[in-house]
């Protein structure tokens, strides 16, 4: 029902910015809360940050909050992902997905989320 493609992702420097871009089509954009979550190599894929269907209420894990923000435009069907004083441990392929509104303490669980891009690599070299 819904398909989504990220982009922006690419080489970057330690201490460096990089802004992905999450573009969606099918459904209704705006009834889905939106998150990024990322894999790295040999570990799972861990919820990164979320944002509500309005974009009035963010959450983030703690070890992106303060350096990545994450941003909407209904108008536009996009979602946004400023990552900002990038660490080598970023690195990782980052997803974007859809899901239901109303998470809760769920909101970190791949299991709330029924749509799926297919991945954009971010590297951060030391």
């Known amino acids: 029902q819904v398909q989504l493609v990220e982009s922006g992702g690419g080489l970057v420097q330690a201490g460096g910015s990089l802004r992905l871009s999450c573009a969606a089509s099918?459904?209704?954009?705006?009834?889905?809360?939106m998150a990024w979550f990322r894999q790295a190599p040999g570990k799972e894929r861990e919820a990164v940050v979320r944002?509500?269907?309005?974009?009035?209420?963010?959450r983030y894990s703690d070890s992106v909050k303060g350096r990545f923000t994450i941003s909407r435009d209904n108008a536009k069907n996009t979602v946004y992902l400023q990552m900002n004083s990038l660490k080598p441990e970023d690195t990782a392929v980052y997803y974007c997905?859809?899901?239901?509104?109303?998470?809760?303490?769920?909101?970190?669980?791949?299991?709330?989320?029924?749509?799926w891009g297919q991945g954009t690599q971010v590297t951060v070299s030391t």
């Open positions: 997905a859809a899901g239901a509104e109303g998470a809760g303490d769920k909101w970190n669980s791949r299991s709330m989320y029924h749509y």
């Open positions: 099918g459904g209704t954009f705006s009834s889905y809360a």
């Open positions: 944002i509500s269907r309005s974009g009035g209420v963010t």
